[in-house]
């Protein structure tokens, strides 16, 4: 399985910001799969945002849950990240595990929230 992330680079404040990953080499419908984004702010660590699995169900950071939206169209699945501020800025990256323990990222995006 290959990911690759795409989106703009620089959101205004309290805009939504959106993100697509698109994935190759298999199928966000194969049982036991979950596709999460994840992000990581300049001179922080890793911060989960949230998953969906094989089956369309969606499971999301309690901090970030009244603002994420995750959503799937064919094969690629999508982060909607509302009301964004500049705390949101991160490298953004799409990760797909396993039930087998499988754990593959994306290179990871840049994005920037900034008027």
């Known amino acids: 399985v290959q990911l690759q992330e795409s989106g703009p680079g620089l959101v205004k404040p309290s805009q939504t910001l959106s993100l697509t990953c698109d994935v190759s080499g298999g199928s966000i419908t194969t049982d036991y799969w979950y596709w999460h984004w994840v992000r990581q702010p300049p001179g922080k660590g890793l911060e989960w945002i949230g998953y969906?699995?094989?089956?369309?169900s969606t499971y999301y950071n309690p901090s970030l849950k009244s603002r994420t939206y995750i959503s799937r169209d064919g094969n690629r699945f999508s982060l909607h990240l509302s009301s964004v501020t500049p705390e949101d800025t991160g490298v953004y990256y799409c990760?797909?595990?396993?039930?087998?323990?499988?754990?593959?990222g994306g290179q990871g995006t840049q994005v920037t929230v900034s008027s």
């Open positions: 969906m699995s094989w089956s369309g």
């Open positions: 990760v797909a595990s396993s039930d087998y323990r499988h754990l593959i």
